[in-house]
Structure formats: structure tokens, C-alpha cells
């Protein structure tokens, strides 16, 4: 089945380390986003990449950073740099235009900060 | 600015006791309008896209209805299995890209 695979499901940081998300998906789909996801508070936008080598910043990328370079795979790493960084993360993917099915999500990575 | 406004922020309902979740929002030009299910530590599931002032879509229990500037998720009877989170996003004619913009969600929990 299609889909998109995040890992782990959960993970622990220690102060002044970086962690790097896995996502990866086999949907063919050529856009890809990182989301962070808080309590009370809607999904924001942290990267996008609509093509393989190219990424753009979303509405919070400050202490993040990303890769693009397969199709499949988009990976996201906390630096240190990130503050507050214990939160849900979803990634998703869309054929392009979200249009008649929306994005396709992750089941989430949950990191804490210990 | 672009935003996305979900009311109640938790509803309880009683088993069979219908009711509806609103999302307003205020953005340049609609280009759609997605609901999505998200049950607790999952990601978040597709439910209805809408386009146009006046659509409608159904599902099971669920129908989304659009106007000009706020949608409803209608849940007819609902059952235990319908408690989640449901997000409400819209997607603007501006930004150059395929940008969702969320609200934070409606937590329903539905109760035998």
C-alpha cells in the first residue's frame, strides 16, 4: 500500500543536540511538507520542497533544516538551534496541487526535550 | 493576513446527539477548503474538499458545507468511534505554492 512512513514514532533530545526525522513516501508525489503540530495551536508550516534539490522556508524554520535529494525522501533535523523544539511532527505529501484528495500525512513523530 | 478559526475548541456529545463544528476563515481567494480527522498521536486523515460557496459533501455521518466565509461539519448521530480531532484548512489562490493554512482544531469526544 502507498503511503508515507515516518520514524520513530518517538524520540529524545538532550540539550545542545541535534535529531534528524525520517520521512519517506512511495506515492510519487512530487511536493513534500514538514509540519509542527502543538497543543491549541493549528498546524504550522516548517518545509516545503515541491521538487527534488529544491526547499523553501515556511512559516517557522528558525533552528530547522531539510534535504531534498530523492524524490521519497524528505528529512528534517532539530539543531540545536531550535529552542522549543518538543512538539508532534507531521510530515505530507501531494501530488502537486492538494486539489480533490488534500495531503497525504504521516502518522507523526513525537520528540521530547530531556 | 490569511487565518483559520475552529469553534467550539471541545464539544461532548452524547451518543446520537447531533450537532456541528465551524471553521471561519478570512483569506484574499479561496482556492479550497479541507477537513481532515485526526485521532489522538496519529497523523492527521483526508475527509471533504470544497470549492465553491454553496457545496456540500457527505460521508457516513459527516456532511461539510461551504459559504463565503466559514464551513460546517455537520455530525448526524454520531458514534463513539467519531470522537477525534477535526482540522479545518483552507487553501489560498495566493502563495505561489500548494499552501494549507490551519485552524487548531475542533476535540470531540462522544460519550454512550
Known amino acids: 500500500d502507498g503511503g508515507i512512513t515516518q520514524s520513530p514514532k518517538y524520540l529524545f533530545r538532550k540539550e545542545g543536540q541535534n535529531v534528524t526525522l525520517s520521512c519517506e513516501q512511495n506515492l510519487n508525489h512530487d511536493a513534500m511538507y514538514w509540519y509542527r503540530q502543538d497543543p491549541g495551536q493549528g498546524l504550522r508550516l516548517i518545509y516545503y520542497s515541491q521538487i527534488v534539490n529544491d526547499f523553501q522556508k515556511g512559516d517557522i524554520a528558525e533552528g530547522y533544516s531539510v534535504s531534498r535529494e530523492k524524490k521519497e525522501s524528505f528529512p528534517l533535523t532539530v539543531t540545536s538551534a531550535q529552542k522549543n523544539p518538543t512538539a508532534f511532527y507531521l510530515c505530507?505529501?501531494?501530488?502537486?496541487?492538494?486539489?480533490?484528495?488534500?495531503?497525504?500525512f504521516g502518522s507523526g513523530t513525537r520528540l521530547t526535550v530531556v | 493576513e490569511d487565518q483559520v478559526t475552529q469553534s467550539p475548541e471541545a464539544l461532548r456529545l452524547q451518543e446520537g446527539e447531533s450537532s456541528s463544528l465551524n471553521c471561519s476563515y478570512t483569506v484574499s481567494g479561496l482556492r479550497g477548503l479541507f477537513w481532515y480527522r485526526q485521532d489522538p498521536g496519529k497523523g492527521p486523515e483526508f475527509l471533504f474538499t470544497?470549492?465553491?460557496a454553496g457545496e456540500e459533501k457527505e460521508k457516513e455521518r459527516l456532511k461539510a458545507t461551504l459559504t463565503k466565509k466559514e464551513s460546517f461539519l455537520h455530525i448526524t448521530a454520531p458514534k463513539p468511534e467519531d470522537s477525534a480531532t477535526y482540522l479545518c484548512a483552507v487553501q489560498p489562490l495566493s502563495g505561489g505554492y500548494n499552501k494549507l493554512i490551519f485552524g487548531a482544531g475542533t476535540r470531540l469526544a462522544v460519550h454512550p
Open positions: 505530507a505529501s501531494s501530488s502537486g496541487d492538494p486539489g480533490n484528495r488534500g495531503y497525504t
Open positions: 470544497l470549492y465553491s
